[in-house]
């Protein structure tokens, strides 16, 4: 009896003053990123970074792309479909993500009347704060086109203990893109919302030399899964509430949770690199140095 209230006291004490800390240092309250946020997380850059580097290699375009997909304890299935740069696109992704330490997917499907593929391999670690989502050999490609890019990507995921949620940033990327000669840098803000389970993701990829633009993918979509009810309702549409025989949030143990979202692109303006700028800048100084010089 005593032994037990001891412990109580010891273990609440703990989390008062864990609970004092985050207040005094003005951290962020962190925990460990739950299984199922991982799956998540991976699906939603893999499906993202794609998209991105879709339009680099097509020209920047408005577009809103549909994504569905079902999340299990061992994988995700997932469909994008819609019409970018006047082509449909419809591409299947299958990921296995049964062990988050060796996660891996693939992408099938078309682009107009080109052959879609995509692949790509993922771990992922939780120290303590904070955990690290690493994607590498990623590979994009049409089968007449050839390689719309390619690489790697770290990205930092935090569990929000203060604010109820999941945030999500690049650490670290590279990202080829053969057709422009060039690469992308690219940053990313993710947000879960653990209330509602709603989510938006906004990331911008800069071309880092060649011409140099800039492009945001937005996305914006919502978790949920099914209640017993019989008989079992159809998915609703992104735009319209959830009814009843469905809950917001991921499904328990051995369940299947649902992701909706719409993705699109919000093209910038294209400029020349700054050392373009800056080379031409310096040849009018020169020029008007020796006609100074001259006179």
Not at 67 to 82: A, L, M, Q, R
Not at 172 to 186: I, R
Request: with cysteine.
């Amino acid at each position: 009896m005593y032994f037990r209230r001891d412990a109580l006291r010891f273990f609440g004490a703990l989390a008062i003053l864990g609970a004092a800390l985050c207040v005094i240092t003005d951290d962020v309250c962190a925990a460990l990123i739950p299984a199922n946020e991982v799956r998540f997380s991976l699906e939603n850059v893999v499906v993202d970074t794609e998209f991105a580097l879709l339009t680099s290699f097509v020209g920047q375009t408005s577009g809103v792309l549909n994504y569905f997909s079902e999340i299990t304890d061992t994988g995700w299935t997932g469909n994008v479909t819609g019409t970018y740069a006047g082509r449909n696109l419809d591409v299947t992704y299958i990921g296995n993500t049964a062990d988050l330490s060796s996660m891996s997917w693939f992408g099938i499907g078309t682009f107009g009347s080109e052959t879609w593929s995509s692949s790509g391999t993922a771990s992922f670690t939780d120290p303590p704060l904070e955990g690290i989502l690493d994607l590498k050999n990623m590979q994009v490609g049409l089968s007449v086109s050839g390689s719309i890019g390619a690489g790697s990507i770290t990205v930092k995921l935090i569990k929000d203990l203060d604010d109820q949620e999941l945030i999500g940033s690049v650490a670290v990327s590279a990202l080829d893109v053969p057709v422009l000669g060039s690469a992308l840098e690219k940053e990313l803000s993710l947000t879960l919302k653990q209330t509602d389970f709603s989510y938006t993701s906004r990331e911008k990829y800069t071309v880092l030399f060649g011409w140099a633009s800039r492009t945001d993918v937005v996305n914006s979509g919502r978790l949920f899964h099914r209640v017993p009810r019989v008989p079992p309702p159809p998915i609703p549409p992104p735009w319209q509430p959830l009814g009843p025989g469905f809950e917001e949030g991921f499904a328990g143990p051995g369940g299947t949770t649902f992701n909706q979202m719409q993705v699109q692109a919000v093209p910038e303006p294209s400029s020349f690199i700054t050392w373009g700028v800056g080379t031409f800048v310096l040849l009018g100084y020169g020029r008007r140095r020796r006609g100074k010089v001259a006179a």
